[in-house]
Nanobody
């Protein structure tokens, strides 16, 4: 399995940005897909997770109402729509695949991840 994140860049506060993650390998629709982020000098942080069926999602409080996670099982892809971005959203964003439950993933910083993508940098200027 390989994950390739893309879509990062430099944006201004209040702008929107959509991150994409392409999944290569088997059984994409068996994994819950997750976005994490890591800001400079800080620990990795959970952002959002979506179940394999897209029936359930869970968000960190810091992004709830602004970010939306979605997936397309036909395209083996997961997305993170980021609206009303803030300077504190500046970080490297990582997509990940996991077989763990949504609540377990949301309460950790990546301990239960099966596969990681390489990260894409999002910089939000004020």
């Amino acid at each position: 399995v390989q994950l390739q994140a893309s879509g990062g860049g430099l944006v201004q506060a209040g702008d929107s940005l959509r991150l994409s993650c392409a999944f290569s390998g088997r059984a994409f629709n068996r994994y819950n897909m997750v976005w994490f982020r890591q800001a400079p000098g800080k620990v990795r942080q959970f952002v959002a997770v979506i179940s394999w069926s897209s029936g359930s999602t869970y968000y960190a409080n810091s992004v709830k109402g602004r970010f939306t996670i979605a997936r397309d099982n036909a395209k083996n892809a997961v997305y993170l729509q980021m609206n009303s971005v803030k300077p504190e959203d500046t970080a490297v964003y990582y997509c990940a695949a996991t077989g763990a439950s949504l609540t377990v993933v949301a309460s950790n910083t990546g301990a239960f991840v099966d596969y990681w993508g390489q990260g894409t940098l999002v910089t939000v200027s004020s």
